[in-house]
């Protein structure tokens, strides 16, 4: 990789800074000053100091958020703020994407990377990762309902869902449950209740597979994955 698009690509400034701190010699590979952008090296093996300060290159970033339910699940959006947005700079310089989407009003889990083969197979219907939510429902949630949904049921638009797995944790006009699917239909899950005659008033999806949501993550809050979670994910992904 060159090193100009490697500073470029890690933050420290644009083409044209990084140029400019090449040639003022502010750059060091192995010990020797650098001043030539286009110079190649290779971030796994060769030392790179900025002013002294070693440059640990990463390709990808990997982040778990706890999504409000007040930010769009896109990078970028002509009326609204995005999950994206609220990334801290030094995240942001990986160009980093929402894996799935999770609709404007649904809060809870959401993984952001800039890793388009995991994002893609994590979203792969072939996949068959569940999506775990927690819903408020107006209307009292019944073992019929369960029945139903493990059947799968017939959406607004004739479509027939995949069998989906109801837990009713409390029922009367306003129950509790949490229901896990494995596909990502259009507003889905609310859908799903429309079509047993019930609305959804509150929505969060805590677990992707057995990936859960960090509870100590305050809405809009977000952190790297640790080293087992990438292991489970890449588990996944690595799998049939």
Do not use: C, W
């Not at 970028?76 to 947005?85: H, I, L, R, S």
């Not at 799903?192 to 990936?211: A, P």
């Amino acid at each position: 990789m060159r090193i100009d698009k490697l500073l470029a690509n890690m933050g420290y400034g644009t083409r044209k800074e990084v140029k400019t701190m090449l040639k003022g010699g502010s750059v060091r590979v192995n010990g020797n000053v650098e001043k030539n952008g286009k110079t190649h090296v290779d971030p796994e093996n060769d030392q790179i100091t900025l002013l002294g300060e070693v440059i640990e290159y990463r390709e990808y970033i990997y982040l778990m958020m706890n999504k409000p339910g007040d930010l769009v699940s896109a990078t970028e959006d002509a009326n609204d703020m995005t999950v994206v947005d609220i990334l801290q700079p030094e995240d942001q310089v990986f160009k980093p994407f929402p894996v799935g989407r999770l609709d404007k009003d649904t809060e809870g889990l959401l993984l952001i990377t800039n890793d388009g083969k995991l994002s893609h197979q994590l979203t792969s219907p072939k996949k068959d990762v569940g999506k775990t939510y927690f819903a408020r429902i107006d209307g009292k949630v019944e073992e019929e309902d369960i029945a139903r949904f493990s059947e799968g049921v017939e959406l607004d638009d004739g479509y027939v869902t995949r069998p989906a797995s109801l837990t009713i944790l409390s029922s009367d006009t306003i129950s509790e449950i949490e229901l896990t699917i494995t596909e990502g239909k259009f507003h889905q899950v609310k859908r799903m209740f429309e079509s047993v005659d019930k609305k959804v008033t509150y929505l969060k999806r805590i677990k992707m597979g057995e990936l859960e949501l960090d509870s100590s993550l305050e809405l809009g809050e977000y952190r790297e994955l640790q080293d087992e979670e990438l292991k489970y994910l890449f588990s996944i992904t690595n799998s049939g």
